[in-house]
């Protein structure tokens, strides 16, 4: 059970309110008359089983966790970090080693200055707008997939009492199999269900924060920013060297930059070894140049004309 699960149940516990939070765009909380249902059925549930003293127990469980949680908050984790700074590496990365990769091949077939920067320029713009669209359609049919997971939980507590009561057995065998008793976990999912049973089966059943609903149109733009970061890297280095040879040593070098910033950023924000995950991404993205360039070569239209 997770510190926001804890800080829930101690407040149920210690008569806080039960009020249902406003959620965002597209949740509906229960009605009422069914949440009051609900309110009932757990009251006769914990007069049945002994609730007082679970309910001590409880208590006493929560203010151990919450000390134990205050005492050991100095340690950082990195794991919340996952979202943004996958969407920030990869589409600085991205940018870097496609616009880099498309200018190193279009050099290695001609030494036009202009048909350089043009093709930098149509990759960088290019590949903006294909990873704004993209990532707009992923994260569109990710939100949808959860808008439809949590109408259904609310669709299952409106059948009725018998419904509602097999969700929350439902809920407190999640619980049991997160270590608890089987006592305290059936009060847990009480208290939780009391105060909002959509909000707790969607974390605790479905693993979807309401409050943190994926946004596809804020998807959309950061890719497109980072991808555009990145591109700019290589095509603002050697779209102005006049030597062809000279243009082609000046991206290479810039695009390598770019990859040991890129590669040992990421590698440090997310907690990993910095050397490893830096060389990986400077080794993939030399893969990638060279590959290209030499079809450039291969292809190439200046020994063609």
């Known amino acids: 059970m997770g510190p926001e699960q804890r800080r829930d149940m101690e407040k149920g516990l210690s008569g806080g309110s039960q009020h249902v939070p406003e959620g965002p765009e597209g949740y509906s ?11 009932r059925a757990s009251a006769r549930s914990s007069q049945q089983g002994g609730h007082d003293g679970n309910q001590s127990q409880a208590q006493r469980i929560a ?38 990769a498309l200018m190193m091949g279009v050099g ?27 990532e707009y359609i992923s994260v569109s049919s990710q939100r949808d997939a959860e808008k439809a997971d949590i109408e259904k939980e609310r669709q299952e507590q409106l059948k009725g009492p018998e419904a509602q009561a097999r969700e929350l057995e439902e809920l407190a065998q999640i619980y049991v199999g997160r270590g608890l008793p089987y006592d305290l976990a059936r009060q847990v999912a009480e208290v939780l269900t009391e105060k909002d049973v959509i909000r707790a089966h969607a974390r605790d059943e479905l693993g979807i924060d309401i409050d943190e609903l994926a946004n596809p149109l ?5 890719s497109a ?81």
């Open 225 to 305: 920013l980072c991808f555009t970061v990145g591109a700019a890297l290589p095509l603002l280095s050697a779209a102005w060297v006049a030597d062809a040879n000279i243009r082609l040593g000046v991206l290479a070098g810039a695009t390598t930059a770019g990859l040991c910033l890129f590669g040992f950023l990421g590698a440090w924000l997310g907690g990993a070894n910095v050397l490893r995950g830096g060389t990986r991404v400077v080794l993939g993205g030399w893969l990638a140049l060279g590959i290209v360039y030499g079809i450039g070569r291969a292809l190439s239209v200046d020994s063609a004309a």
């Open 108 to 134: 290695g077939g001609t030494a036009d200055l202009a048909t350089l920067r043009l093709a930098g320029v149509a990759g960088m713009v290019g590949g903006a707008l294909s990873m704004a669209v993209g």
């Open 29 to 39: 909380a229960l009605p009422e008359s069914a949440a009051q249902g609900i309110a």
């Open 63 to 100: 203010a151990e966790v919450q000390e134990e949680e205050d005492e050991l908050c100095d340690h950082v984790h990195h794991s919340n970090r996952a979202p943004w700074l996958r969407a920030l590496v990869l589409g600085a990365n991205d940018g870097l080693v496609s616009t880099a």
């Open 218 to 222: 804020q998807a959309a733009i950061v």
